[in-house]
């Protein structure tokens, strides 16, 4: 069979239900452009070392362009009989420049730290149309947070009222973890960035192949200084499944408060209708099935991740065969994100906020009573006692179904003497963020400096 890379020492072929389980040409297909540029590269180190003449390896090339052109336009494409990318492209190599030719193209080089280094250049273009993705969706709320620089909402601890924070701030909460999302995947590009070309099955190669050259041809920053690390190790991959999925909770997080917005209930968003599905059955919904979808496949990242290293665990070293099953879990995380985050950031992009609404509850549920307590502390009050009268200040008005500011001077007096008629300063939504005005804090000015970090952070990934 020609599609096959070994044989010579078998006296029959193998038993179909070997064949059909070993094969991989459904989903490592995908890596055949990735595989043919390591051909090139491969090529033109075979000539350096003297194994190929210039015509050869003009041949040789001319042979590879021949056959990713046919790949791409699907001209050719794997057979039945091909077990994997690597041997159906040698066919196909073959076809084109002759068994003479095409036959010394595998000399120095393995199946072992092809598909190691293929998997790498794989990820590694992913990473980077993901960063993009993600980049658009932290943009679309840094765009909200500036279209609202001044709106009010409820800051939540527990899902329970706690202090009134600016809607800015709370959506570049957000955007400040995608963010994190997009270093970290620059971050790994530095360990992504070395080729296992060159560490041969597992041991390197004895035909004065120079790896580094290989690396560089492929865009690599340098090769692996341990051929086994090369073609064993897949930590590279697990990391990038782990980032995949940080990022898909940080989406599905995000998601899940729309998802709330979105109700009845809070009334604090509307979905725009190009971002929201209907009933088949109830006419009235709008239906936030972005969000849900991005919660949903949140899980399906994180079970990508758990699935690699749990193949990864107990494998001894060098390479197992289990490590083919390294692909389908990172090639479904990227996929997953590349239809995802086009969604998501289009629906964030779109929302409309009702800032009346929200600005309304903003100061409810006793939200004001850390400000009479740190009001206190500053006219000298310990904050232990200040805790104690401002909770006095809630129980008298939640008794009476009152808010903190519908509290007479002779009930603040009642409770305290420090209570005078000045804490009203701090019984308002404005006088509230305003106080909070250092780094970090929710303050419009302070925001405004958040605003200004972040996208100089964003500008420089
Ligand atoms: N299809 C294999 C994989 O994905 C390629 C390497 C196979 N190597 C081997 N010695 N059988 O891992």
Redesign the pocket.
């Known amino acids: 069979n020609e599609g096959s890379l ?1 044989g010579g020492r078998f006296a029959g072929g193998p038993a179909d239900a070997l064949a059909a389980l ?1 094969k ?1 040409t459904h989903f ?1 297909w995908r890596l055949a452009r990735y595989d043919i540029e390591g051909s090139r590269a491969h090529a033109r180190v075979l000539h350096r070392a003297n194994l190929l003449t210039a015509e050869e390896l003009d041949g040789m090339i001319a042979a590879l362009d021949q056959l990713e052109a046919d790949v791409v336009s699907g001209a050719y494409a794997a057979a039945e009989s091909d ?4 041997g159906s492209l040698e066919r196909g190599l073959i076809e084109r420049a002759g068994a003479q030719l095409g036959g010394k193209l595998r000399a120095g080089r ?3 730290d ?3 280094t293929l ?1 790498r250049m794989f990820l590694r273009d992913h990473a980077r149309i993901i960063a993009r993705g993600t980049i658009a969706t932290v943009e679309a709320l840094i765009h909200q947070a500036e279209a609202h620089p001044n709106a009010a909402m409820p800051g939540r601890t527990h899902l329970q009222h706690a202090q009134p924070v600016l809607l800015s701030h709370h959506l570049l909460a957000h955007a400040w973890a995608l963010l994190r999302d997009v270093q970290r995947f620059q971050d790994w590009d530095k360990r992504a960035g070395i080729s296992p070309y060159g560490s041969g ?1 597992l041991a390197g190669n004895t035909l004065g192949l120079d790896p580094s050259a290989v690396a560089q041809d492929l865009n690599f920053n340098s090769a692996v200084w341990n051929s086994i690390d090369g073609t064993a190790s897949r930590d590279v991959y697990a990391e990038f499944a782990w980032i995949t999925a940080m990022l898909g909770v940080d989406l599905s997080r995000v998601s899940e408060e729309i998802i709330i917005w979105a109700t009845k209930e809070f009334s604090f968003v509307t979905l725009d209708d190009a971002f929201s599905t209907g009933s088949s059955i109830m006419p009235q919904k709008k239906n936030p099935d972005v969000a849900e979808l991005a919660r949903g496949k949140s899980g399906r990242l994180i079970g990508n991740l758990t699935g690699l290293l749990a193949t990864l665990k107990a494998l001894p070293l060098a ?1 197992n ?1 289990d ?5 389908e879990p990172v090639f479904d995380s990227a996929d997953t994100l590349e239809v995802l985050l086009p969604a998501v950031s289009g629906m964030i992009e779109t929302l409309t906020f009702n800032t009346e609404r929200m600005a309304e509850l903003a100061p409810l549920g006793f939200a004001l009573a850390t400000d009479i307590a740190e009001w206190l502390v500053r006219q000298g009050v310990p904050f232990r006692e200040a805790h104690e009268l401002s909770g006095a200040c809630v129980r008298i008005a939640e008794a009476r179904g009152v808010e903190l500011w519908d509290l007479t001077d002779e009930e603040f007096a009642s409770i305290s003497e420090h209570l005078t008629p000045e804490v009203r300063s701090v019984l308002s939504t404005e006088g509230s963020l305003n106080a909070r005005s250092g780094q970090g804090g929710t303050a419009p000015s302070a925001v405004a400096l958040q605003l200004a970090r972040l996208k100089h952070e964003l500008d420089a990934v």
């Open positions: 070994w070993s991989s490592d077990e994997d990318v690597h393995s199946r072992n092809q598909i190691a998997g099955a390479y065969r490590l083919q099953e390294d692909k």
